[in-house]
């Protein structure tokens, strides 16, 4: 399919072609059906959560350019739900669709040291870092930047993996030989209150819209729950929201953008990471907001106005992970006694420790209310 003019809306009835196949593309794919598009998925996984609820499903490795071709030429836009695509794929993409984010704005995120490089080189608040590439330079970097400090590979982490926490000197060498020759990045340890993020979007005539900032709490390096409204002053969410639009802009982002952030304890806020698609902490927004974050990017890309991100009530969400089916199917029906609790499970066969299976969103008149309704229900599927 040809691509339209520059600021022509891609309308429904048009096909919405989708690079990842896991649960953020299966909630962007019905979400994009509901809208009147049809859905193609180009991932190397069959029977994906994607997939199940896709209109089409191509299984191919990214790195078959001709089969990425064949793919693009058969939709009216490409976007993601993951950002560990390879730069060539996304190059072959727009030989025959526009890509939305752009290429180059997956290449700067998908990688630690270019996403930090890029953020300071543009004025933004990050924790000092440096590029590691040998013991000499870890050993360097400790000298510098202290201890603690946490050592992260620089490409294909996410969850937690690929990073560790660094106490003292005596652990630097064993650390550098995990990484088995891996670039890496040491950042400064960061003694943050609280972890938040913000979900913004940008069209192409570079309207920005943010959600409310979520307040993230994590177990074992995964997000275990988040809340909207976040607990922070009026002055601190605008400073937030205003970073993540400064971001959106600098990168010229053409759909959606998360930001994560740490408030340190004396008030500042740094950031984090960037993922230029959907979150898992903006999940509360399928239930919570006029408009959820999958259908905002969407409009996005497809070059609609952008919906209200307006919070009907304050929400939470809570991820439900693999070891919940360790004695079995959970009991559904006993976490939905909760009227006000909602459930979206993502398709996948196989319940393993650690793997996202599904998340619990709730409301309530306060956050605390909604947090409750959430951890409750969890708890009530093991009961």
Same mark, same amino acid.
């Given at each position: 399919?040809?691509?339209?003019?520059?600021?022509?809306?891609?309308?429904?009835?048009?096909?919405?072609?989708?690079?990842?196949?896991?649960?953020?593309?299966?909630?962007?794919?019905?979400?994009?059906?509901?809208?009147?598009?049809?859905?193609?998925?180009?991932?190397?996984?069959?029977?994906?959560?994607?997939?199940?609820?896709?209109?089409?499903?191509?299984?191919?490795?990214?790195?078959?350019?001709?089969?990425?071709?064949?793919?693009?030429?058969?939709?009216?836009?490409?976007?993601?739900?993951?950002?560990?695509?390879?730069?060539?794929?996304?190059?072959?993409?727009?030989?025959?669709?526009?890509?939305?984010?752009?290429?180059?704005?997956?290449?700067?995120?998908?990688?630690?040291?270019?996403?930090?490089?890029?953020?300071?080189?543009?004025?933004?608040?990050?924790?000092?870092?440096?590029?590691?590439?040998?013991?000499?330079?870890?050993?360097?970097?400790?000298?510098?930047?202290?201890?603690?400090?946490?050592?992260?590979?620089?490409?294909?982490?996410?969850?937690?993996?690929?990073?560790?926490?660094?106490?003292?000197?005596?652990?630097?060498?064993?650390?550098?030989?995990?990484?088995?020759?891996?670039?890496?990045?040491?950042?400064?340890?960061?003694?943050?209150?609280?972890?938040?993020?913000?979900?913004?979007?940008?069209?192409?005539?570079?309207?920005?819209?943010?959600?409310?900032?979520?307040?993230?709490?994590?177990?074992?390096?995964?997000?275990?729950?988040?809340?909207?409204?976040?607990?922070? @002053?009026?002055? =601190?969410?605008?400073? &937030? *929201? /205003?970073?993540?639009?400064?971001?959106?802009?600098?990168?010229? #982002?053409? %759909? +959606?953008?998360?930001?994560?952030?740490?408030?340190?304890?004396?008030?500042?806020?740094?950031?984090?990471?960037?993922?230029?698609?959907?979150?898992? @902490?903006?999940? =509360?927004?399928?239930? &919570? *907001? /006029?408009?959820?974050?999958?259908?905002?990017?969407?409009?996005? #890309?497809? %070059? +609609?106005?952008?919906?209200?991100?307006?919070?009907?009530?304050?929400?939470?969400?809570?991820?439900?992970?693999?070891?919940?089916?360790?004695?079995?199917?959970?009991?559904?029906?006993?976490?939905?006694?909760?009227?006000?609790?909602?459930?979206?499970?993502?398709?996948?066969?196989?319940?393993?420790?650690?793997?996202?299976?599904?998340?619990?969103?709730?409301?309530?008149?306060?956050?605390?209310?909604?947090?409750?309704?959430?951890?409750?229900?969890?708890?009530?599927?093991?009961?």
């Amino acid at each position: 399919m040809t691509e339209p003019s520059a600021l022509a809306p891609i309308l429904p009835g048009a096909t919405i072609g989708i690079l990842g196949s896991g649960q953020l593309g299966r909630m962007l794919a019905i979400a994009a059906k509901q809208m009147g598009y049809t859905v193609a998925i180009f991932s190397p996984d069959s029977d994906s959560p994607a997939g199940q609820v896709a209109d089409r499903e191509v299984v191919s490795n990214y790195d078959d350019l001709d089969a990425v071709r064949a793919f693009a030429q058969g939709v009216d836009v490409v976007t993601f739900e993951f950002e560990n695509v390879p730069s060539a794929t996304t190059r072959a993409a727009a030989e025959f669709a526009p890509v939305r984010p752009d290429g180059q704005v997956l290449h700067i995120t998908q990688q630690r040291l270019r996403e930090k490089s890029f953020l300071q080189d543009h004025g933004f608040p990050v924790t000092p870092f440096r590029r590691i590439t040998s013991l000499a330079e870890l050993q360097a970097a400790a000298q510098d930047l202290g201890l603690p400090a946490v050592l992260k590979t620089a490409s294909f982490g996410y969850d937690g993996k690929g990073q560790v926490k660094l106490r003292s000197a005596a652990e630097l060498t064993n650390a550098f030989l995990a990484l088995k020759g891996a670039e890496a990045i040491y950042e400064a340890f960061v003694d943050f209150e609280k972890e938040i993020s913000v979900v913004a979007a940008r069209t192409l005539s570079g309207d920005v819209r943010a959600f409310p900032v979520f307040e993230n709490g994590h177990a074992n390096h995964i997000l275990d729950i988040t809340f909207a409204p976040a607990d922070l @002053s009026e002055t =601190l969410a605008c400073q &937030a *929201c /205003a970073i993540a639009s400064g971001i959106l802009e600098s990168l010229d #982002v053409v %759909g +959606l953008l998360t930001v994560e952030m740490f408030l340190t304890r004396d008030g500042r806020i740094l950031v984090n990471e960037l993922a230029p698609r959907t979150h898992n @902490s903006g999940h =509360l927004t399928l239930d &919570a *907001c /006029a408009t959820s974050q999958f259908e905002q990017q969407l409009r996005a #890309v497809c %070059g +609609l106005p952008l919906g209200s991100t307006e919070l009907h009530r304050p929400a939470a969400m809570a991820n439900l992970l693999g070891h919940l089916w360790e004695a079995g199917e959970p009991d559904w029906a006993n976490a939905l006694q909760d009227p006000w609790v909602k459930l979206h499970l993502y398709g996948k066969a196989e319940a393993r420790v650690g793997r996202k299976m599904g998340h619990l969103n709730g409301i309530g008149s306060t956050t605390a209310e909604a947090v409750g309704r959430v951890s409750k229900a969890r708890e009530r599927l093991r009961l």
